[in-house]
């Protein structure tokens, strides 16, 4: 008989004005529009037969209320970790507008003129990895979707800037695990949105 490892299951907020925009969305509080909040039910469907030691969310209602209408509000503890990355100056602004400015600009190895540097944010990704790996069973965590993409890197033991590869829906379901051994980190799956209404 196989051996079950712990799975990490991260949980991408539903869709807000400004995710539908493409805008960076990193500390502005937005709310779920509606078809983000419907996503968000749908979200908890495949996540309803599951059994987790800690549920986490970013302290952003975006998260937090995808955290409660996919079911997990009464279980759910807040991380001040799980908060998307800090744009600083690229706050509210389209990638084709910086990159008219900074042509050659990547989030995930430049960061945001007066925001976080993708060390800092692999920092703090790397806090919620120890503290997942330190629990016996599995944990859910819902944030924002250019930190859980650092996340899953530093998960795998990678460099941040492999998190520019790691493409992640609204209402998105992915999971970490281990392949064959504790010590071999790895994604599970990746992306899920099959329940997702587009």
Not at 11 to 34: K, N, V
Not at 96 to 108: H, Q, T
Not at 124 to 144: H, P
Not at 169 to 180: K, P, Q, V
């Amino acid at each position: 008989m196989s051996k079950t490892f712990p799975v990490v299951y991260l949980a991408r907020h539903g869709e807000t004005a400004w995710s539908l925009t493409g805008q960076h969305t990193g500390l502005t509080d937005l709310p779920l529009i509606e078809r983000g909040e419907e996503n968000a039910r749908r979200l908890g469907e495949p996540l309803r037969h599951l059994t987790f030691a800690k549920v986490l969310t970013s302290p952003l209602q975006r998260a937090m209320r995808t955290c409660e209408l996919a079911g997990f509000q009464s279980v759910a503890e807040i991380d001040r970790d799980l908060v998307e990355w800090d744009y600083g100056e690229y706050e509210g602004r389209l990638k084709i507008d910086i990159l008219r400015e900074r042509p050659d600009w990547d989030l995930f190895r430049d960061g945001c003129p007066g925001g976080e540097s993708p060390q800092q944010v692999a920092t703090r990704a790397d806090r919620v990895v120890q503290r997942a790996k330190a629990l016996t069973g599995n944990t859910l965590l819902f944030s924002s979707g250019h930190f859980l993409r650092v996340l899953a890197t530093r998960w795998i033991e990678i460099k941040p800037v492999s998190g520019q590869s790691l493409m992640l829906g609204t209402a998105s379901l992915s999971s970490l695990s281990y392949e064959n051994s504790l010590s071999q980190p790895a994604i599970s799956f990746w992306n899920d949105t099959h329940h997702v209404l587009t």
